[in-house]
Each structure stands twice: as structure tokens, then as C-alpha cells.
């Protein structure tokens, strides 16, 4: 499945926010991000990802390890995405160094996370907050097969236009570059 997404900067986090809860009840959640690299760097060479994500939420804890491959469509950079839940998060991280990985970049993400249905799909919108980066960001998501990432975005823009977030606000800038700029 292609996780298709697009990315916002919010200029008045509190609107959306409201907009938001009339569709569904806040998940608030901390997520400590660990992306991976081979040594050569290989893998942001080739546009894909591999992190160890663990999300620290009000009833629980859980470990994700996720890959995503290349961009499908340029424009949104939407990518198929792979992701299981793990039991371990340091026996994650240690079989990724084990294979040869090497800890690329790690940081920490506060997020509001919504789920809901709009235009006939699963929706999961996330206000995110990252502390070395000034300003809120919305990531809209919905997943969609590979000859249906077109109409996806499309919804997912309709969205983004009923939360407030004019075409202007969409953004391809990613947390890991610049978060990595922050610290140069």
C-alpha cells in the first residue's frame, strides 16, 4: 500500500485543532524517531527510509519499525510503506546495527493524532510539533493501492481545504533534514 500524505505548515495551530476534534477525539502521543542509513548512504540516496519508531502514549508504549521505498508521486512524495509492530525496541535497534546499519539521525516528535473518515477513507491527520523546529506542522494520510494514490491526494487535499490549509501551506520539507540542519 502507498501511504499517501501530504505535509503543512499551520499558521493557527488552535483552528485546526477545533476543526479537527469536530471529527474525532485526540490521540496524544510523544514518538522518539530513529532512522537508519547504510554507511554509504545509500538509502537517502535511493529516496527510502528505515527507522525504529517508539510511541509513547497515555495507555501504552509501542515499537514500530518501518521502511518506505521510493516516491510513487513526486509531487506529494508519497511512498509505499512497511511497517510492523515490535515487541523490542532495543532488539530492534540492535539488529538493525547487526545488519549493518548506522544510526542516521534521531529526534523526538510531540503529536496530536486524529483518525477518521472523510471522503469514503481512513484518515489520520497529526498535528506535530518537533522541539528543534519552530512552527506546527498537520500531515494528512490516508492509505491507497498504487492505481489509486491520483484520487487519495486529491481527497486528502479536499481535507486539508475543510481544515483550513490553503495550497501555499503544503510543504516537501522533511523532519530529518531539518532537524540535521538545526544541529549543523
Given at each position: 500500500?502507498?501511504?499517501?500524505?501530504?505535509?503543512?505548515?499551520?499558521?493557527?495551530?488552535?483552528?485546526?485543532?477545533?476543526?479537527?476534534?469536530?471529527?474525532?477525539?485526540?490521540?496524544?502521543?510523544?514518538?522518539?524517531?530513529?532512522?537508519?542509513?547504510r554507511p554509504d548512504?545509500?538509502?537517502?540516496?535511493?529516496?527510502?527510509?528505515?527507522?525504529?519508531?517508539?510511541?509513547?502514549?497515555?495507555?501504552?508504549?509501542?515499537?514500530?519499525l518501518t521502511y518506505?521505498?521510493?516516491?510513487?508521486?513526486?509531487?506529494?512524495?508519497?511512498?509505499?510503506?512497511?511497517?510492523?509492530?515490535?515487541?523490542?525496541?532495543?532488539?530492534?535497534?540492535?539488529?538493525?546495527?547487526?545488519?549493518?546499519?548506522?544510526?542516521?539521525?534521531?529526534?523526538?516528535?510531540?503529536?496530536?493524532?486524529?483518525?477518521?473518515?472523510?471522503?469514503?477513507?481512513?484518515?489520520?491527520?497529526?498535528?506535530?510539533?518537533?522541539?528543534?523546529?519552530?512552527?506546527?506542522?498537520?500531515?494528512?494520510?490516508?492509505?491507497?493501492?498504487?492505481?489509486?494514490?491520483?484520487?487519495?491526494?486529491?481527497?486528502?487535499?479536499?481535507?486539508?481545504?475543510?481544515?483550513?490549509?490553503?495550497?501555499?501551506?503544503?510543504?516537501?520539507?522533511?523532519?530529518?533534514?531539518?532537524?540535521?540542519?538545526?544541529?549543523?
Amino acid at each position: 500500500m502507498i501511504e499517501a500524505e501530504l505535509k503543512a505548515r499551520v499558521h493557527d495551530p488552535e483552528a485546526v485543532m477545533r476543526r479537527l476534534e469536530e471529527r474525532a477525539s485526540a490521540r496524544i502521543e510523544v514518538y522518539r524517531d530513529t532512522y537508519y542509513d547504510r554507511p554509504d548512504g545509500s538509502l537517502d540516496k535511493e529516496d527510502q527510509e528505515l527507522r525504529v519508531r517508539t510511541v509513547h502514549g497515555a495507555d501504552e508504549t509501542r515499537t514500530v519499525l518501518t521502511y518506505k521505498d521510493a516516491a510513487v508521486d513526486e509531487a506529494s512524495g508519497s511512498k509505499p510503506e512497511y511497517e510492523t509492530e515490535v515487541d523490542d525496541a532495543e532488539a530492534a535497534h540492535a539488529i538493525l546495527r547487526g545488519l549493518g546499519h548506522v544510526q542516521a539521525i534521531a529526534f523526538e516528535k510531540r503529536c496530536r493524532n486524529y483518525d477518521f473518515e472523510a471522503h469514503g477513507r481512513r484518515m489520520l491527520a497529526t498535528l506535530v510539533r518537533v522541539p528543534e523546529i519552530d512552527g506546527t506542522f498537520l500531515e494528512l494520510e490516508t492509505l491507497a493501492a498504487e492505481d489509486d494514490v491520483t484520487a487519495a491526494l486529491d481527497d486528502v487535499r479536499a481535507v486539508l481545504a475543510e481544515l483550513g490549509i490553503k495550497p501555499e501551506d503544503l510543504t516537501r520539507e522533511t523532519y530529518t533534514s531539518a532537524v540535521a540542519e538545526q544541529r549543523a
